[in-house]
């Protein structure tokens, strides 16, 4: 296992609060409607960029270099117990968890939460990020731990077209994962299909998690609370 250190710089104390756009946020399914973002011209210093470099045109077979990317979906690689793959680590209460480092997009330190009407279940409220509202959802209860009393990091999360936040206690490094040493998960009520293997980082365990099954999870979650 090889563990990078990340590029996070940590500011001292709590971010002060942004205002919200003026414009409504909409909400449909019980998800918030997501467009496309703007790349804002200046760094946002309240947030931490998780990039990670597109391998060259030519590198489409395995072993032509070590930046090649299998196309596979994150889940049916990890259940292969071949290849490596780059995490990014999280945390969630004390327990280290880890995710798909291209399916992470930032993190946003200390967010100024806004309440929503339909807020229930795992759905906190929204955030703004680049300009937009973002929906944030505590993933707490999906990965079998309490809610946390409050959000240090909205971890931005970009499936498809969509961004959504999961509130987090910390993003710390970004590591490289050899499949071929991760072991099977725990059934964990909740967490089970969520959670896909477990692995050893220095002296902790990370719990390896697949970000749309957790995603599915939380908005699961407060269709539940709203039936």
Same mark, same amino acid.
């Given at each position: 296992m090889k563990k990078r250190s990340s590029s996070k710089a940590h500011a001292p104390g709590k971010k002060?609060?942004?205002?919200?756009?003026?414009?409504?946020?909409?909400?449909?399914?019980?998800?918030l409607?997501?467009?496309?973002?703007?790349?804002?011209?200046?760094?946002d210093t309240d947030s931490i960029a998780v990039h990670m470099p597109p391998p060259a045109a030519d590198q489409t077979e395995p072993g032509a270099s070590s930046a090649w990317?299998?196309?596979?979906?994150?889940?049916?690689?990890?259940r292969s117990r071949? =290849?490596?793959? /780059?995490?990014? !680590?999280?945390? $969630?209460?004390?327990e280290l968890f880890a995710?798909?480092?291209?399916?992470?997009?930032e993190a946003v330190e200390w967010p100024a939460i806004h309440p929503l009407p339909e807020a229930r279940g795992a759905l906190l409220g929204a955030f703004e990020h680049r300009g937009r509202m973002?929906?944030?959802?505590?993933?707490?209860?999906?990965?079998?731990?309490p809610e946390a009393a409050n959000v240090p990091?909205?971890?931005?999360?970009?499936?498809?077209?969509?961004?959504?936040?999961?509130?987090?206690a910390d993003v710390e490094d970004v590591m490289t994962l050899a499949l071929d040493g991760l072991r099977e998960a725990?059934?964990? =009520?909740?967490? /089970?299909?969520? !959670?896909?293997? $477990?692995?050893?980082?220095?002296?902790?365990?990370?719990?390896?998690?697949?970000?749309e099954a957790l995603i599915a999870a939380c908005l699961f979650e407060r269709e539940m609370e709203t039936a």
């Amino acid at each position: 296992m090889k563990k990078r250190s990340s590029s996070k710089a940590h500011a001292p104390g709590k971010k002060t609060a942004r205002s919200a756009p003026a414009a409504e946020v909409a909400v449909a399914t019980g998800v918030l409607s997501l467009a496309e973002e703007p790349v804002p011209d200046a760094p946002d210093t309240d947030s931490i960029a998780v990039h990670m470099p597109p391998p060259a045109a030519d590198q489409t077979e395995p072993g032509a270099s070590s930046a090649w990317r299998d196309p596979r979906p994150f889940r049916d690689r990890v259940r292969s117990r071949t =290849g490596e793959v /780059d995490l990014l !680590l999280f945390r $969630v209460g004390a327990e280290l968890f880890a995710a798909e480092l291209r399916a992470v997009e930032e993190a946003v330190e200390w967010p100024a939460i806004h309440p929503l009407p339909e807020a229930r279940g795992a759905l906190l409220g929204a955030f703004e990020h680049r300009g937009r509202m973002t929906a944030l959802y505590t993933p707490a209860r999906a990965l079998g731990h309490p809610e946390a009393a409050n959000v240090p990091v909205a971890m931005v999360a970009r499936i498809g077209e969509r961004r959504i936040g999961l509130a987090v206690a910390d993003v710390e490094d970004v590591m490289t994962l050899a499949l071929d040493g991760l072991r099977e998960a725990p059934v964990l =009520g909740d967490a /089970d299909g969520v !959670l896909l293997g $477990v692995a050893r980082c220095g002296h902790d365990l990370v719990a390896l998690v697949d970000i749309e099954a957790l995603i599915a999870a939380c908005l699961f979650e407060r269709e539940m609370e709203t039936a």
